[in-house]
């Protein structure tokens, strides 16, 4: 659901050079756009940044700047989490084409694992990106040097601002304002109660719900799946630092936000002890964890989601316990990405005010997070946190630069290119409107409708036709970065990112229920 990833302006270089100041460790390949930690899982083949429900959330951040309504895209970014919905909606769906779905997810282990989102366009349940998605909906600043928007009631530009990503508490009035706020905390909660379900037991903890390679040989919308619903978990035997980490991370993040939308002190509570107890079972059983391979591979290792989990956990409890973990015991890097798998950037940006070091002590998060904007640009959450001048070798950027450079970016994905065309599904001049996602291009069936899987890739995800439904908010791959046009003419485009290469899978995996053996990765689906 992407902030981190490619910037869909070809004209603006994704990783500029670097001033010898900011220069990114030797393992990081700068193509690649991966700073990586002391432990370090690497493919044999380059990782391409696109893929899942995160990413898609991300890249429909609505910008800041003036010719389109962004009131209208913030709306829509957020109808995106809803058609990604598993399990039984709620009366105020918003989404009509959608309906109940996998209500006997966890059945073949006797639990309850109903709910939760969807990744991209299919019917699998992968728990390190959703618990992400969940974080970053509610990340928060100091209210220090910034002027709030006047109303996003209407399309007019605001007079100063940020991206959804960095979320409900930093923008409760314009969220308000928008009659948005419950929509965004209805998603975090759908999110946060299909991971406390996963979470339920202590030291042990349900990954991903569903099989990929059986799921990707059927087109079927969800509501008609019949699929084994395949269940993965991790424990002390067979650990996964990252995901019981980014975990933690969520339930912290959504504690630190009850002020914002009334979570009743037991409730934030019983967040704050389940995030205790994952960052506990994280850094105790530690073990990098491999199991959503080739679809989630964790490349950067399991680091960043201590530093990321201990942060919040700091921001939501102040206790020193967690503020000597990140001085002492936590490992950072400056990179140039912030995604689903490199938590880094995020915990810099948030730390950087606290006149924070990491471990060792040679750089501090404030330098680091500098280092970041620098090397990627069109992100201004550092701005957003302090309100400082980034530092970029000996130069000085400003506050306003980043805006400019992200309001650019933003209204090149709106509209403002070469093509003229949007790439947010139902929003602007010439919108996507084949998305290959199983429940968009498919029309709606009766309950209970076989569906012929062998017959049904060719019937609704091969035909270059308009989706039956909408898959609104949906945010589409672009065209190449040099030549700002399609290489060939695609029959569907590539929405909510999805991979170019995939690495093998590896021959560890956490346990799992009724998993069938790993077969080829998909390929129903074309890249652009």
């Given at each position: 659901m992407p902030l981190a990833g490619r910037l869909l302006n070809p004209s603006a270089s994704l990783f500029p050079r670097l001033p010898p100041q900011v220069a990114l460790p030797r393992s990081l390949p700068i193509s690649a756009g991966r700073g990586l930690a002391s432990?370090?899982?690497?493919?044999?083949?380059?990782?391409?940044?696109?893929?899942?429900?995160?990413?898609?959330?991300?890249?429909?951040?609505?910008?800041?700047?003036?010719?389109?309504?962004?009131?209208?895209?913030?709306?829509?970014?957020?109808?995106?989490?809803?058609?990604?919905?598993?399990?039984?909606?709620?009366?105020?769906?918003?989404?009509?084409?959608?309906?109940?779905?996998?209500?006997?997810?966890?059945?073949?282990?006797?639990?309850?694992?109903?709910?939760?989102?969807?990744?991209?366009?299919?019917?699998?349940?992968?728990?390190?990106?959703?618990?992400?998605?969940?974080?970053?909906?509610?990340?928060?600043?100091?209210?220090?040097?910034?002027?709030?928007?006047?109303?996003?009631?209407?399309?007019?530009?605001?007079?100063?601002?940020?991206?959804?990503?960095?979320?409900?508490?930093?923008?409760?009035?314009?969220?308000?304002?928008?009659?948005?706020?419950?929509?965004?905390?209805?998603?975090?909660?759908?999110g946060t109660d299909y991971l406390l379900k996963c979470a339920a037991r202590k030291n042990k903890l349900w990954v991903q719900v569903g099989d990929p390679n059986l799921d990707h040989q059927c087109w079927v919308r969800p509501e008609n799946m019949k699929s084994p619903r395949t269940l993965y978990e991790i424990d002390e035997k067979t650990p996964g630092t990252e995901i019981a980490a980014e975990t933690a991370a969520a339930f912290a993040a959504f504690a630190a936000s009850s002020m914002v939308f009334r979570i009743d002190k037991k409730s934030s509570r019983a967040l704050l002890n389940k995030a205790k107890l994952l960052f506990l079972f994280a850094k105790s059983h530690q073990g990098s964890y491999d199991g959503e391979c080739p679809f989630y591979c964790s490349y950067s290792g399991y680091n960043d989601e201590l530093l990321w989990a201990a942060t919040w956990l700091y921001l939501a409890t102040k206790r020193q316990v967690y503020a000597d973990y990140i001085a002492h015991e936590a490992i950072s890097s400056s990179v140039a990405e912030f995604s689903w798998d490199l938590k880094y950037p995020g915990a810099q940006v948030l730390l950087a005010e606290f006149n924070m070091t990491s471990g060792g002590g040679a750089q501090s998060f404030k330098t680091q997070a500098d280092n970041f904007v620098c090397a990627v640009l069109p992100d201004t959450a550092f701005h957003q946190r302090t309100g400082q001048e980034v530092v970029c070798g000996s130069q000085a950027v400003p506050p306003e630069r980043l805006r400019d450079f992200a309001r650019q970016q933003m209204d090149y994905l709106l509209g403002a290119n070469p093509r003229r065309s949007s790439y947010l599904v139902g929003f602007g001049a010439n919108s996507p409107t084949q998305p290959p996602h199983r429940g968009a291009s498919t029309p709606v069936l009766p309950p209970g409708t076989d569906v012929n899987c062998g017959l049904s890739f060719g019937e609704w995800m091969a035909p270059d036709r308009p989706n039956p439904n909408e898959l609104t908010g949906a945010i589409m791959g672009g065209p190449t970065r040099t030549t700002d046009s399609w290489t060939s003419a695609p029959t569907r485009h590539t929405p909510s990112p999805a991979p170019t290469s995939t690495p093998p899978p590896s021959d560890r995996s956490p346990r799992s229920h009724n998993a069938a053996p790993r077969s080829t990765p998909r390929t129903d689906r074309p890249t652009i």
């Open positions: 432990r370090v899982v690497r493919p044999p083949a380059m990782r391409a940044l696109e893929h899942g429900t995160m990413r898609a959330q991300y890249a429909l951040q609505p910008a800041l700047a003036g010719g389109f309504c962004y009131k209208d895209a913030l709306t829509k970014s957020i109808i995106f989490l809803e058609a990604q919905r598993s399990g039984k909606l709620p009366p105020n769906n918003r989404v009509p084409w959608r309906g109940d779905s996998a209500l006997d997810d966890g059945q073949l282990a006797h639990v309850d694992l109903t709910g939760g989102y969807y990744d991209a366009g299919d019917n699998v349940k992968y728990g390190l990106p959703l618990a992400f998605t969940v974080t970053t909906l509610r990340r928060w600043r100091s209210s220090r040097s910034w002027s709030r928007p006047r109303s996003w009631s209407t399309c007019t530009r605001p007079s100063s601002g940020a991206p959804l990503a960095w979320t409900a508490l930093a923008f409760k009035p314009e969220l308000e304002s928008a009659k948005e706020l419950e929509h965004v905390h209805e998603a975090l909660k759908w």
